[in-house]
């Protein structure tokens, strides 16, 4: 399904909110992302919207009887994750974005802004938490460029496998370790193949982060049925931005079956959930497609662009943070350069019956173009560790050191609309853990 733009879009829509109608702001009033937090002075954890530099309490707001709402809407705003929120249809999200919409709007009326403004308090009070429940999370590998480097770093015969353009390629990842963005990876031990090609149990020595996009599954459906690639829309609730912290050395050993323990260790996500429908002005061309590949499978063809967004991973390093230097930027790039959309990977992951569930997580793959600005990880910019990349700092890295900073940010643009952001994921890699 593709989503109509409706008066939520508008531009010409400003908010009584004035920190949501600043230029640079990621939050307009237009984009009303979802999230999870925690007041500094309480351990429960409540729905928040972000607009400006404010979070609007979700069921402080309803309680308010300021708009209507289903019962459900009423019991989901009360949970401590999205995740029954994300579970109603999409007709409710889409009346929920209105009816919040025109209650942070100049146009609202005076009795109803007295109304909401208690509901709202600045987001530097608070702690943004993991906001859905992740089931099942699943990264797929839908970057050509990152896909076929790869290979050739491996020394693979056909560095981008036949099978990249049939289907979008996946692995099944593990929930538990997916964090919250502020959440800090102790770079992990494994086994790691020498040059010699004897095998050591050690810490990684080839840390790395992907720059992902990532979408999660609202509406499931059940075992046994397909969800068709022209309703996948319908499923996917909403985006945020993902660093599949790697570690490459354990990784590129033990990838026999798939990835394991090499990535198992932590996932890091941003903490708004930026939906669909917010999204609905910035999608894009139809997934990127080299002549000379036989036609997208009748099952998976779609009219569908991919989302048009311009995507960063920036890094400081310890010596940067400690001389006062801001972060670097690595890398720039946009989904347009993946060859799947996620109604995509919707559609393959259910064609053989497979049952998504609300708050299944997608991830893209690494986000990488034909340019060396454009690689989403360090793996392609050092060539697999051999050709250092020199820091303005003057530091060298072929792989990413203890106390390194990644920071990845996304904003959404397109002439005659108000851009949106995607706040930040934010990680750092910690030493490893002591022998024994
Ligand atoms: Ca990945």
Redesign the pocket.
Known sequence: MILHLNDTHDPALTSWVDTANEADTDFPLQNLPFGVFRRLEGPSLAIGVAVGDRILDLAKVLETGSFSASDALRDAAHQPSLNALMALPPAQHSHLRARLSAALSTTASAPLRRRVAPCLEPMSGVMLALPVVIGDYT???TSAWHTERHGRFKGLQEPLPRAFFSLPVAYH?RASSIRISGTDAVRPWGQIRSKDGSVRFAPSAAMDF?L?LAAYVGQGNEQGHRIPVADAGRHLFGYCL?N?W?AKDIQWWEQVLG?FLG?SFMTVVSPWVVTAEALAPFRGELPSRPEGQAPTPEHLATAEGTLDIAMEAWLQTRAMREAGTAPVRLSATTPRHLSWSFEQMVAHHTSNGCNMRTGDLL????VSGEEASAMG?LTEMTAAGTVPLTLPSGERRHWLEDGDEVVLRARATREGFVPLGFGECRSRILPALPPG
């Open positions: 990264d797929f590998l990842g992907e992902e993902m599949d790697s990835p990535k991830g893209s793959g690494t990880c």
